[in-house]
């Protein structure tokens, strides 16, 4: 393999080996608390649109653009130093179940800008903040029958999840992203979909952004749902020279740990991410899970004592005083040493 050059987010590589460095946490767990109703995810642009558009998240970036500024300051005053561009379903694939799939780059830019300009104010020369521009896996799976009584049946194929990453891609690097993260991947196919495109518009665009790739146990199994164990997962993406592999959602802390552990062991050459769940799903709590902050950062703290992660954050039911206290328990421990010689160099 060759040096990787980044034109953007080039002291990422540096900071992840002088400390660990903190993710923000739950987006749809923190747009919950402001109870909107469907006139908020319409706004006056789609008070006309045929379709109900309540809990499309990601059309807030244009209809309540005020709401999810004000959820990534939050994460940033609460220490993170990378927040998540409110982009998880924002490719055509998922926005055209809304009938929106032509709107799906400007969410992008727009998504993207919000958090650059977040990010911006809350950065300073000793603590710079980052923007991860967010790829979810898709509502569809490339490697799974929706059929059960067709297993060869598909509703979706490669090509069309290249296409839509492309657009979505390029839309976040237009609107400022620092790195891009793949994440909550449950089919390694739609992950491969999504580094094609990354790699197709870098070729393009003579820029080289950071990528954090991070898969989805779903279960005690110890698969991600198309059935690739942690191990095979790492080997299918491994080609793509992520600055880290990692974990997220569908489990807490304390039952993703074997997993993290295991891709501790066998990818000592580059950088580990963790997100996990706020625990287990709970109705009657506030977050609609059971641990509170000072479980999550208890357990996190494990993590970082045993040497594991270098880059740690919070999935569903996380929010900022989840990440305040993270950030407390985990910045007095040493970063996980990366054991290769550094692949990942300054552009300068």
């Given at each position: 393999?060759?040096?990787?050059?980044?034109?953007?987010?080039?002291?990422?590589?540096?900071?992840?080996?002088?400390?660990?460095?903190?993710?923000?946490?739950?987006?749809?767990?923190?747009?919950?608390?402001f109870k909107l109703t469907e006139a908020d995810f319409r706004g006056e642009r789609l008070k006309d649109h045929p379709k109900d558009?309540?809990?499309?998240?990601?059309?807030?970036?244009?209809?309540?653009?005020?709401?999810?500024?004000?959820?990534?300051?939050?994460?940033?005053?609460?220490?993170?130093?990378?927040?998540?561009?409110?982009?998880?379903?924002?490719?055509?694939?998922?926005?055209?179940?809304?009938?929106?799939?032509?709107?799906?780059?400007?969410?992008?830019?727009?998504?993207?800008?919000?958090?650059?300009?977040?990010?911006?104010?809350?950065?300073?020369?000793?603590?710079?903040?980052?923007?991860?521009?967010?790829?979810?896996?898709?509502?569809?799976?490339?490697?799974?029958?929706?059929?059960?009584?067709?297993?060869?049946?598909?509703?979706?194929?490669?090509?069309?999840?290249?296409?839509?990453?492309?657009?979505?891609?390029?839309?976040?690097?237009?609107?400022?992203?620092?790195?891009?993260?793949?994440?909550?991947?449950?089919?390694?196919?739609?992950?491969?979909?999504?580094?094609?495109?990354?790699?197709?518009?870098?070729?393009?665009?003579?820029?080289?952004?950071?990528?954090?790739?991070?898969?989805?146990?779903?279960?005690?199994?110890?698969?991600?749902?198309?059935?690739?164990?942690?191990?095979?997962?790492?080997?299918?993406?491994?080609?793509?020279?992520?600055?880290?592999?990692?974990?997220?959602?569908?489990?807490?802390?304390?039952?993703?740990?074997?997993?993290?552990?295991?891709?501790?062991?066998?990818?000592?050459?580059?950088?580990?991410?963790?997100?996990?769940?706020?625990?287990?799903?709970?109705?009657?709590?506030?977050?609609?899970?059971?641990?509170?902050?000072?479980?999550?950062?208890?357990?996190?703290?494990?993590?970082?004592?045993?040497?594991?992660?270098?880059?740690i954050g919070g999935c569903c039911g996380t929010t900022p005083e989840h990440i305040g206290a993270i950030v407390q328990a985990v910045?007095?421990?040493?970063?996980?040493?990366?054991?290769?010689?550094?692949?990942?160099?300054?552009?300068?």
């Amino acid at each position: 393999m060759k040096p990787v050059i980044y034109t953007r987010g080039q002291a990422l590589p540096g900071l992840l080996e002088k400390r660990i460095v903190i993710l923000d946490g739950a987006m749809g767990t923190m747009i919950q608390r402001f109870k909107l109703t469907e006139a908020d995810f319409r706004g006056e642009r789609l008070k006309d649109h045929p379709k109900d558009l309540k809990n499309n998240s990601d059309l807030l970036v244009l209809t309540r653009p005020d709401v999810i500024r004000d959820i990534h300051e939050g994460y940033l005053a609460s220490g993170a130093d990378m927040i998540e561009t409110n982009t998880f379903g924002a490719n055509s694939v998922a926005q055209d179940d809304y009938g929106l799939g032509h709107l799906a780059r400007e969410m992008n830019v727009a998504a993207a800008k919000l958090a650059r300009q977040a990010a911006d104010k809350f950065s300073t020369p000793d603590k710079p903040r980052f923007v991860a521009g967010a790829l979810g896996p898709t509502p569809r799976t490339a490697s799974i029958s929706p059929d059960v009584n067709d297993p060869g049946a598909r509703n979706v194929d490669f090509e069309q999840l290249r296409a839509a990453y492309h657009e979505q891609v390029e839309g976040l690097m237009e609107g400022g992203a620092d790195l891009l993260l793949v994440e909550t991947i449950f089919d390694t196919l739609n992950a491969k979909a999504a580094l094609f495109a990354i790699e197709e518009v870098f070729a393009e665009t003579g820029e080289r952004l950071p990528v954090i790739i991070s898969g989805t146990v779903t279960d005690a199994s110890g698969r991600i749902l198309s059935g690739q164990t942690v191990s095979a997962f790492w080997y299918s993406v491994r080609h793509a020279q992520p600055l880290a592999i990692g974990l997220n959602c569908a489990l807490g802390a304390a039952l993703m740990r074997p997993y993290i552990q295991e891709l501790n062991r066998i990818a000592p050459e580059t950088f580990i991410s963790c997100y996990p769940n706020a625990g287990l799903p709970n109705p009657m709590s506030e977050t609609g899970f059971d641990e509170t902050p000072e479980d999550t950062s208890r357990l996190l703290r494990e993590f970082a004592a045993e040497g594991l992660v270098n880059i740690i954050g919070g999935c569903c039911g996380t929010t900022p005083e989840h990440i305040g206290a993270i950030v407390q328990a985990v910045q007095p421990l040493p970063t996980r040493t990366v054991k290769r010689e550094f692949f990942y160099k300054d552009a300068a």
